[in-house]
């Protein structure tokens, strides 16, 4: 099933409210089945993404309609986009929106319910572990309209030359037992808009949607480009009504397309069950470099810093093979998936050399090994695995761990060796402790490969177990670039590989607190983005060491930390979600301790973060001095709103900062054979996701697979 960002359910009438919430957490706004709770109109949604100075903010603006005669309770759930933090849940009361405060969890939940049953204006945003945030609002008054605002932000990687955003849309489908209990409303009826605009440092040379063909794209500048996409419904009232595709009106946005009325009823404006994802490629032949954005308020002695090195293109290009071991979930929350699956590991399969050799290990409830040893990639072995794979419905649970433990066994220590798993990550049938994982893969010398599938997918466990095996994991949606996806996993795949990075800063500054802790590894085309904090300013030195097959290698550059900068105030959040990231790390290697889980509830409190231990409560302006709440993350968002509009007024800024003594002599690496034609983005789709999954270009994955000697 897939199901929406926003899509909604009338949880229970005012007297059944209570009722509704033991079930209240399962992705997507849903409606039960038997229809004797009826759904909430979603009248518009309008999403507004500014992309710039290495990171996105994303602001999603709704109005939902109760059509009914009594007070209902909605309850909305998104999938967790990646890397992603909620800063700002703005619910408006009164007509006057109000901000959220985070609190602890637990204090959060109790205040809704007092609220709630008092029969006061409440919200409340939750983490549901990896895989949503959960927002509950009540009361959508009888014959009245809601509004509420959510905004995140998260870091804007570019890899090998190419950028990618994604506004994630389908429900991810990892949870059987809700998904067979409840259906989803996912049609915005009114009014749809995406807008997004994108500022670069560096030359945008191209700006792609593969799966939006009709969005405009507009270029602005060489470093500014945006993005429209909007829509009506057939009923809603709209003097710009046109017939043709979306265009482009006199004040550059989209013009709404009305929908055509069908058999079935008046069209929606929009039906909330794709991701929306963008690209841009920036102009090949840049050189390598570092970045420096910094925020530090006038007075203060303590700044934060992000700083982004695109490595230049020296990692050598190597071509010998080694062995593969496929680990694939057929798993009941793979269905709809595991088709995608099987044509990506036969198109992969079919280009091994017959030399090359393979493993097929699969897992459900439980793991077993469909070859029998390792297999020569002959044409004829090939299509007979093929064959037997096309004959597998997924079902059952997930026991990724024995599947792991299976796929490790009959490793052959003169043979540098792979493990390429393809899963949504959600183990649930025996050792489920994302410890065990880490430990189990630290036993042997073999990376990991993972292909992520999916927006609930638990990108946690399978990153963290990349991470520990010096491997990689590529989060895929349906709705990516198969094309794009392909060159990226094979430019990674066909050179050395930069191992044991160390980040270090000298000079008339003093850093802290700077995160990631460790950093692994980096593939070619990879950025290496570290937060921290500075105190001072001035020069600064500046070395990233680390080893290329085995031998030591150390890059070294120069550059000012400036005394003040105001411009950049969401560092602060950035900084702390990243530091967040490896305490949650830290506890799940060597587990939870009570100071460490205050540790990451005081930073959460501290910048505006709903994580697993705190969460977001809007109330009354009047309830919020009645229970002593500061308004602290109220403050905050101002701040930042107020610090984008400066932004957004003043020309795009060049952030790097090693151009007089450059960190790199290469120019950075880049897909010199370029891509797609420009406007909307159109196809560029060559197959299944599949195609994607497992690389066409395997052999070339064998090619990096040398083993400690080569890779460092």
Do not use: C
């Amino acid at each position: 099933m897939n199901a929406s960002i926003v899509k909604y359910l009338s949880a229970a009438a005012f007297g059944v409210a209570t009722l509704w919430s033991a079930t209240s957490d399962a992705a997507g706004l849903l409606t039960p089945k038997d229809g004797s709770l009826p759904a909430l109109d979603i009248r518009s949604h309008h999403v507004n993404v500014v992309i710039e100075d290495g990171y996105a903010v994303t602001t999603i603006e709704q109005v939902f309609h109760n059509a009914q005669q009594s007070d209902l309770e909605a309850i909305y759930s998104f999938p967790i986009p990646e890397k992603a933090a909620v800063g700002e849940f703005t619910y408006w009361i009164d007509g006057k929106p109000v901000h959220g405060e985070v609190m602890k969890k637990a204090a959060a939940k109790q205040i809704y319910q007092e609220e709630k049953q008092a029969g006061h204006e409440v919200a409340l945003t939750e983490q549901d572990s990896y895989k949503t945030f959960d927002i509950s609002v009540y009361p959508v008054r009888a014959q009245q309209d809601v509004k509420i605002r959510l905004a995140y932000i998260q870091p804007a990687h570019v890899d090998t030359g190419i950028g990618r955003y994604n506004y994630p849309l389908e429900e991810g489908g990892v949870d059987e037992e809700k998904l067979s209990f409840w259906t989803a409303n996912e049609k915005v009826t009114d009014e749809f808009s995406f807008n997004l605009l994108l500022r670069s440092s560096y030359p945008i040379d191209q700006l792609r949607l593969p799966k939006h063909p009709n969005a405009v794209v507009k270029q602005l500048s060489e470093q500014e480009w945006s993005v429209s996409i909007a829509s009506r419904g057939s009923n809603a009232a709209s003097a710009s009504a046109t017939n043709g595709d979306t265009d482009l009106n006199a004040a550059g946005t989209a013009t709404p397309v009305i929908a055509e009325a069908n058999s079935t009823g008046p069209a929606p404006a929009h039906v909330l069950d794709q991701d929306i994802m963008v690209y841009w490629r920036l102009r090949p032949g840049l050189p390598g470099s570092v970045d420096l954005v910094t925020y530090k308020a006038p007075g203060s002695a303590l700044g934060t810093f992000m700083m982004t090195v695109t490595p230049g293109d020296d990692l050598r290009a190597i071509s010998e093979g080694r062995d593969f071991v496929f680990v694939l979930d057929y798993s009941g929350s793979m269905q709809g998936k595991y088709q995608s699956l099987l044509e990506g590991v036969s198109k992969g399969l079919q280009k091994l050399q017959a030399n090359d050799r393979f493993r097929i290990v699969l897992f459900n409830d439980s793991a077993r090994e469909l070859t029998s040893g390792y297999v020569n990639a002959t044409p004829e072995a090939v299509l007979q695995i093929i064959q037997q794979l096309q004959s597998i419905a997924p079902n059952g649970g997930t026991d990724l761990y024995s599947a792991i433990d299976l796929g490790m066994r009959s490793l052959e220590a003169d043979r540098s060796s792979a493990i390429i798993l393809v899963t949504d990550g959600v183990a649930n049938v025996g050792v489920t402790e994302k410890k065990q994982f880490l430990k189990l893969l630290e036993q042997r010398d073999v990376r990991l490969f993972t292909f992520v599938m999916g927006n609930s997918a638990n990108r946690p466990l399978l990153e963290g177990m990349a991470k520990v095996s010096h491997g990689f994991a590529i989060n895929v949606s349906n709705s990516d670039d198969i094309v794009g996806k392909l060159l990226e996993a094979t430019s990674k795949l066909s050179h050395e590989a930069f191992h044991d990075v160390e980040l270090k800063i000298a000079g008339d500054i003093r850093t802290s607190d700077l995160t990631p802790v460790q950093i692994g590894s980096l593939y070619r085309g990879q950025q290496l983005i570290v937060f921290g904090h500075y105190s001072g300013s001035g020069n600064a030195e500046v070395k990233v060491g680390g080893k290329i097959s085995g031998q030591a290698k150390t890059y070294a550059t120069k550059f000012a930390f400036p005394k003040d900068d105001s411009r950049y105030p969401e560092l602060e959040r950035l900084w702390a979600f990243a530091a967040i990231e490896d305490l949650q790390a830290k506890m799940d290697y060597f587990g939870a301790d009570a100071d460490t889980e205050q540790a990451v509830t005081d930073l959460a409190i501290d910048h505006g973060l709903v994580t697993d231990y705190t969460s977001m409560i809007v109330l009354r302006e009047e309830e919020f001095a009645r229970r002593g709440i500061a308004r602290n993350n109220a403050q905050r968002i101002t701040q930042e709103h107020d610090a984008r509009q400066q932004r957004q007024a003043a020309p795009v800024r060049d952030h790097r900062v090693d151009a007089p003594q450059p960190m790199y002599s290469t120019p950075a690496p880049s897909h010199s054979s370029g891509g797609s034609s420009g406007g909307g983005g159109g196809g560029g789709d060559t197959g299944p996701l599949g195609v994607l999954l497992l690389l066409p270009l395997l052999p070339l994955l064998l090619n990096v697979l040398r083993g400690r000697r080569r890779l460092g």
